[in-house]
């Protein structure tokens, strides 16, 4: 079958890396795509959101999945924009619905969600610029640090964790009346800080049946010892060491059931990855997020981990029989750390050339921020690219990450020395 990939960074590589492999695959297609992605498919010139360009492509191309990577299509309906065309509606779309994807474009529909359908999560409660008074008076009510976060989609930066009552103050304002992250911060959802240590699951659902993917942590500030601004995420490792049966038990009975009922009770359409941020208090799962994709950069160590026929799973759920296919998970650890240009997440510059990548043995180079110019690799974005490596624990995986970014270079290129540290 034909298949497009949509999306340009290290998550779509790695699908396509995954895809690649599959003996039900005739041509693959990635847009925009980068430099990696190029290397085993065709990218496509082609906007995410660009609905009326994506069609005409994927009917000229007579392409029978679209495996959509970032979370703005999904938010914006690509899901129903096919279903609702005479034309479209037998491609398989693997994402959900635009009204499923609420439960990432809004903070505030998520929580009401998990509320209804009883997932634990932390007390909460949002605000808008007419309630800013309301809003201080909560902050008042909390125990520090307090956690703000922008209601709509900013790109992995819309959480804020501050000690100081005061500056909390003064940053919902900034978000409220300021317009510190634009429209995505017109509501804000204040929550209880939940001490604990954190883990993202993956579950997989055609809308009927789920499997439940390899678990992940990742690391998300910029500086050693998760300290500094929040970025996109800077590294992750798979499985979570300190997820035991008794815990994945509890995860699955208390979060993930209750969410894929949820969506059958109210007639949420999903058909696609669930991602659910979660935070481990007292061996208790609460969720802090879901995110309605994969995230990145934890599907640079999750995927590498199916050895099973990913395309094949996801072709299952075009006619819902997902419970038949069976999902077989490599046992090794996977890691993956992040190389970043100097200065992201704040100001940073492009089209420095990358060497080493013929250099790197024993690892997956997945790139993210990348694109070819005069024939040479150069960098396009603030994460450029990770390198992911498999290891009888995280340790050993990490080891040769390691060894292989060394090898890596461009002007200003830094990433995190300390992934794993705390585990």
Known sequence: ????????????????????????????????????????ATNVAL??????????FVLENNVQMVVVGPEAPLVEGIYDYFQEDAALKNVNVIGPSKQAAM????KEFAKEFMERNEVPTAAYQSFTSDTLKEGMAFINSLKPPFVLKADGLAGGKGVLIISDAQEAKESLEEMLVGGKFGAASNKVVIEEFLDGIEMSVFVLTDGDSYKILPTAKDYKRIGEGDTGLNTGGMGAVSPVPFAGDVLMQKIEQKVVIPTIEGFKKENLVYKGFVFIGLMIVDQEPLVIEYNVRMGDPETEAV?????????SH??????????????VIDERSATTVMCVAGGYPEAYDKGMEITGLDKVVDSIVFHAGTTVKDDKVVTNGGRVMT?????TDF????????????KLHFDRMYYRTDIGFDL
């Open 1 to 40: 079958m034909n298949v497009l990939i949509l999306g340009s960074g290290g998550r779509e590589h790695a699908f396509a890396y995954s895809i690649s492999k599959s003996s039900l695959l005739s041509q693959l297609f990635v847009a925009p795509g980068n430099a990696g992605t190029a290397q085993i």
């Open 47 to 56: 906007g995410v959101t660009d609905f009326p360009a994506i069609k005409e």
């Open 103 to 106: 439960l990432e474009g809004s």
């Open 303 to 311: 995927l590498p981990r199916i050895s099973s026929d990913l395309l």
């Open 314 to 327: 996801l072709n299952a759920f075009a006619t819902s029989s997902l419970d038949q296919e069976n999902l």
């Open 387 to 391: 390198v992911t490596s498999y290891g």
């Open 395 to 406: 340790n050993e995986a990490l080891k040769k990450s390691y060894q292989n970014v060394d």
